[in-house]
């Protein structure tokens, strides 16, 4: 009995694996990772780990970022980020099929107002999985995104 329950136990957890990595596909040649889930292709070169930009630097260099074949890249937005953190992981909390990563800040495109005055950008941290908001003229990590189309 004891056996059978181990088995059983295997069985679902290494299904629940197989599962969970199935999500995201990477391709080697064009350094992306296709995104299942949301059926978004994610940039994955080594421009994610070295690049740092600030907001409106960081939005040129996706809309003119040509990569794997692709020109129509852009900075995601919060949800679109936010969607790769792996709340379950640390440094980095990003699923390791991506081969880029750095325990760092990534911008995103959506902003954040604290009043009339000041705008913010949001970021998501890959050391946790956090988002939080930071001076758009500050320097961040940049990964683009396109719709897998």
Known sequence: MKKSIFSLLLIVGISANLV???RFV???TKEVVIDRATNLMWQDNNDTITAKKDWLVAIGYCENLTLGGYSDWHLPNNNELFGLADKSRVHPAIDPVFKNVISGEYFSSSIY???EEDYDA???SFNNGDVDNCYMGLSRYVRCVRDND
């Open 20 to 22: 969970a990595s199935d």
């Open 26 to 28: 990477r391709d080697d």
């Open 113 to 115: 107002c604290s009043n």
């Open 122 to 124: 949001l970021y998501v």
